[in-house]
């Protein structure tokens, strides 16, 4: 875990559970798979746009399915099993 994303938080391998729920999930349009060299980019996108009062905040998530329209990404914690996956989306400036 030396390894740190652009927000400063430290970046880990994915888990073999998670990647078995990624093998698993069935991605539907308008939804895509985002591919493992670039999830770093949504989940530290992700940090700097959430805050102490979200689910996700200083958690470890990897991103399972992204969509353009609107801008929005299912996440997946595996430190919290009743959290299921969450759906951000993103905000537009």
């Not at 880990?12 to 990624?22: P, Y």
């Not at 991605?27 to 980019?41: C, F, G, N, Q, S």
């Not at 914690?77 to 537009?92: A, H, I, N, Q, W």
Request: charged share 25%.
């Amino acid at each position: 875990m030396g390894v740190r994303g652009a927000n400063g938080l430290p970046t880990r391998k994915l888990s073999q559970d998670t990647l078995m729920a990624i093998l698993k999930l069935h991605i539907r349009d308008p939804w895509t798979m985002p591919y493992l060299r670039t999830v770093d980019t949504p989940i530290d996108a992700l940090h700097m746009q959430i805050g102490p009062e979200h689910v996700l905040y200083r958690r470890e998530v990897v991103p399972l399915a992204l969509r353009r329209d609107p801008d929005a990404i299912i996440y997946e914690t595996d430190d919290d099993p009743c959290l299921g996956f969450p759906v951000v989306e993103s905000s537009r400036n």
